[in-house]
């Protein structure tokens, strides 16, 4: 009887695929997780003594809808310096609780019942369900291990219809950890603009790329006004729990989504706010250390999984390795759930991340290389005794 009281857009979304796993590997001291994509690392103390004395200060008041200003011109500085991106940081940044908030605020501003918006996969598992919720329908762009995951204009233009509305990117990616060079995106861009599509651009893990720097898809000539560039704190300076995050593009965009913000979240959290400022004076060494640190874990993880036998591409951004576990003849859960439970090792099936990850399973290296090392004992004897 209660049930009918849930609509049926909710009722039909499935829970999520990275927290089932999660759940079932809580609590058990035995099992690895390389399930959830958090740093291990803490906040660095400099950001936590920050907030401490603006806490002691009395800093607990809203701030504007939009964020502190101070923050919000430390963050259109960073984008300039680092991607070439200019927004002028009186409207056309706004600061949000994490970029999950972002996502849905642009969704919900820029999405009607009918409109299709194109997802390459693999992707995170959380895009098509917040596309549902927005009344959008996902169409899967697929992408391949053999082009390193990577975005193809071949792929794009067999999506496209008359109904489409926007591409949805998520580089560096996750699952796959798949970057995508200006190389890459110059024909994404072209089809975008033959098409009139709006771009919302995920760049969460822009800060974590390893053998080239991150270029966002908005940096090419046309592009900035119809692209919504989302971002955040969490991942490259190990800021989870703060949720904080922020989105940019053309002011009439942000407008748009500020208004949504304005009557749901109000504003991000004070003390998020700081953190970030904090971070983003004062913290990019840290960052820069902690990326170093997923480096050498990744070389750790993907050269072990070689060794025993499972085929992996080089993740060259984010914090995940992306194997193929085709050749056991296992579908991705089937083998993910054998892991857990013979092995204690946690892992996400592929599956969950669309139609293009059936075949494999994502594991994050954002743990310490003594549990890497681990990892790979148990994989060994599980493989051993699969194959």
Not at 292 to 297: L, P
């Amino acid at each position: 009887m209660l049930s009918s009281w849930i609509t049926p857009k909710v009722r039909n979304i499935p829970p999520s695929g990275i927290r089932a796993f999660f759940e079932l590997s809580s609590g058990n001291q035995d099992v690895i997780s390389l399930g959830v994509g958090e740093p291990d690392f803490v906040t660095p103390e400099h950001i936590r003594k920050a907030c401490i004395e603006a806490l002691n200060q009395g800093a607990t008041s809203y701030t504007s809808n939009a964020g502190l200003p101070e923050l919000r011109e430390e963050i259109a500085s960073y984008l300039q310096k680092n991607f070439h991106l200019r927004y002028d940081p009186a409207s056309e940044v706004l600061v949000t609780v994490g970029s999950s908030e972002a996502l849905d605020l642009a969704l919900r501003a820029f999405t009607a019942p009918g409109d299709e918006i194109l997802l390459p996969s693999p992707s995170y598992i959380a895009y098509s369900p917040i596309v549902s919720l927005n009344g959008g329908t996902v169409v899967e762009v697929e992408t391949r291990a053999e082009e390193g995951f990577k975005l193809t204009a071949e792929s794009l233009r067999q999506a496209i219809t008359p109904r489409s509305k926007l591409l949805m990117l998520n580089y560096p990616n996750n699952p796959t950890g798949a970057i995508m060079t200006v190389e890459d995106w110059q024909p994404i861009a072209d089809i975008v603009k033959e098409n009139n599509l709006l771009v919302i651009s995920d760049e969460v893990y822009a800060e974590l790329t390893y053998d080239s720097k991150h270029v966002s898809i908005a940096s090419l000539p046309g592009m900035q006004d119809r692209t919504i560039v989302l971002s955040g704190f969490s991942k490259a300076f190990a800021m989870t729990g703060w949720r904080i995050g922020y989105a940019c593009g053309h002011r009439d965009l942000l407008a748009a989504m500020l208004k949504i913000h304005q009557y749901t979240a109000m504003c991000a959290p004070v003390l998020g706010q700081i953190a970030a400022l904090e971070s983003l004076r004062h913290g990019l060494e840290s960052m820069n250390e902690m990326r170093e640190a997923y480096r050498k874990r990744r070389e750790l993880l993907v050269t072990g999984f070689r060794l025993i036998g499972i085929p992996c591409h080089v993740p060259e951004g984010a914090f995940y390795a992306f194997p193929s576990i085709a050749h056991t003849g296992l579908d991705s859960e089937t083998f993910a759930y054998q892991l857990l439970k013979e092995s204690g090792v946690a892992t996400v099936p592929g599956h969950v991340f669309g139609s293009g990850g059936e075949g494999h399973i994502r594991c994050s290296y954002s743990v310490s290389t003594d549990k890497l090392t681990q990892v790979l004992e148990r994989m060994d004897r599980f493989m051993k005794v699969k194959i």
